[in-house]
């Protein structure tokens, strides 16, 4: 809803403008223009994001996956002692962790979905301290390889499309762990207000 009103006051407000301005014109020009690199660049992203899902589920088939799953495990079972009892939430959430790493986080989505409705039984409505990390760490996610951020930079004509690779990096790096030291803050402050 509160997009909805954001915008339709930016279409209002740019033709209001741009006809007290005398340039009308060109606003129906640019909302023409801008709509058509909308597409294109949506259409280019498609592509790539196909590619990159079906590499997933190649990665699927082949193991490799199941073998970054394998190497996620100890991780995530020292951060989620208690999902990891389960089989299944523990696949979801190691899917969803291994997705996010390789960039993917339209793949990595539905498996976080998966898994925090598997946390979720049993909390009464309240969030638990591991389901609130799956959130964090799907949210900041370590990413290798950035591939949704590639595909836009591609379609936007970059030259080197992966030179933002250390940033990346270093940047998700940064935030996982900043998120994780908020999310323990935040814990114990939770406990000692009980």
């Known amino acids: 809803m509160a997009m909805t009103i954001v915008w339709c006051t930016m279409v209002i407000l740019s033709l209001l403008f741009g006809a007290l301005t005398g340039n009308l014109s060109a606003v129906s020009s640019a909302a023409m223009d801008g709509a058509g690199s909308a597409i294109t660049l949506c259409l280019s992203i498609a592509g790539i994001i196909c590619l990159w899902t ?30 990891s009892k389960d089989e299944e939430t523990m696949a979801a959430i190691t899917g969803n962790f291994s997705a996010n790493f390789l960039g993917l986080g339209n793949a990595a989505t539905p498996l976080g979905i998966q898994a925090a409705r598997r946390m979720a ?28 951020i590639t595909a836009i930079r591609t379609a936007s004509g970059a030259t080197d499309p992966m030179d933002i690779l250390p940033a990346v990096w270093i940047t998700s790096l940064c935030s996982v762990i900043a998120g994780l030291i908020a999310a323990s803050l935040f814990a114990r402050l939770s406990q000692k207000g009980r």
């Open 121 to 148: 039984r049993g909390c009464n409505g309240i969030a638990s301290h591991e389901l609130c990390l799956l959130v964090v760490m799907n949210t900041a996610s370590i990413q290798i390889f950035p591939a949704t």
């Open 54 to 83: 079906g590499v997933m589920e190649v990665m699927k088939a082949c193991g490799i996956a199941k073998g970054l799953a394998t190497l996620f495990a100890p991780l995530l079972k020292r951060l989620m002692p208690q999902a």
